[in-house]
């Protein structure tokens, strides 16, 4: 396992819960379902927690109310879960960076980074634009600078991140390596 933090070293808890965090497209909706159902642990999408309880897609909230009170239902969605066990939580690209949410999800559990490179997150998400309310009316061609710039705001945010893991190195049994290091 490459690209993992020093911190990865220590026990985890197995019963806390994992936080995956990352850019728009970076995998971790896609990876927290596959490792949830492999290790038998739960798995909650933020984004959809927050759509149930407000009625409301994302984008519609965004179109309609506007970022911030996005970001506090994300705030209030994300701290719902600070009893569950055993889940894997897939959360939003901007999550760890608003309302002090990456040091909440650091007291409350194991966070983990999917690194992802921008190209491959353009890839990604050209074809998933109109669900993605910060990107879905940008113009294509200014898509991939657009990219590279959130990355670079919320990198800071991103590497405070327990493990930092390379997206294009993730397997269905990588997060099993992770678990292996648990206490139990």
């Known amino acids: 396992m490459t690209d993992i933090n020093a911190t990865y070293l220590a026990p985890f808890?197995?019963?806390?819960?994992?936080?995956?965090?990352g850019f728009m497209g970076s995998g971790k909706t896609h990876w927290g379902?596959?490792?949830a159902?492999?290790?038998?642990?739960?798995?909650?999408?933020?984004?959809?927690?927050?759509?149930?309880k407000a009625g409301k897609t994302v984008a519609d909230i965004?179109?309609?109310?506007?970022?911030?009170?996005?970001?506090?239902?994300?705030?209030?969605?994300?701290r719902t879960c600070a009893k569950m066990k055993n889940?894997?939580?897939?959360?939003?690209?901007?999550?760890?960076?608003?309302?002090n949410n990456m040091?909440?999800?650091?007291?409350?559990?194991?966070t983990i980074y999917i690194n992802c490179t921008s190209q491959e997150i353009l890839q990604r998400v050209l074809s998933e634009k109109e669900k993605r309310p910060l990107i879905k009316k940008i113009n294509?061609?200014?898509?991939?600078?657009?990219?590279?710039?959130?990355?670079?705001?919320?990198?800071?945010?991103?590497?405070?991140?327990?493990l930092t893991l390379q997206s294009n190195l993730l397997t269905e049994n990588f997060f099993a390596g992770i678990l292996a290091t648990s206490t139990t």
């Open 103 to 110: 040091r909440w999800m650091n007291d409350h559990g194991v």
């Open 87 to 99: 889940t894997i939580i897939a959360c939003g690209g901007g999550t760890p960076c608003f309302n």
């Open 33 to 35: 379902k596959i490792w």
């Open 140 to 162: 294509p061609a200014e898509l991939l600078f657009f990219i590279e710039q959130k990355v670079k705001e919320r990198e800071l945010f991103y590497m405070r991140a327990t």
């Open 13 to 21: 808890d197995r019963a806390k819960i994992f936080f995956l965090v």
């Open 62 to 78: 965004f179109d309609s109310q506007g970022e911030g009170h996005f970001r506090v239902l994300e705030a209030e969605a994300l």
């Open 37 to 52: 159902d492999a290790n038998q642990f739960s798995f909650v999408d933020l984004d959809e927690l927050i759509e149930k």
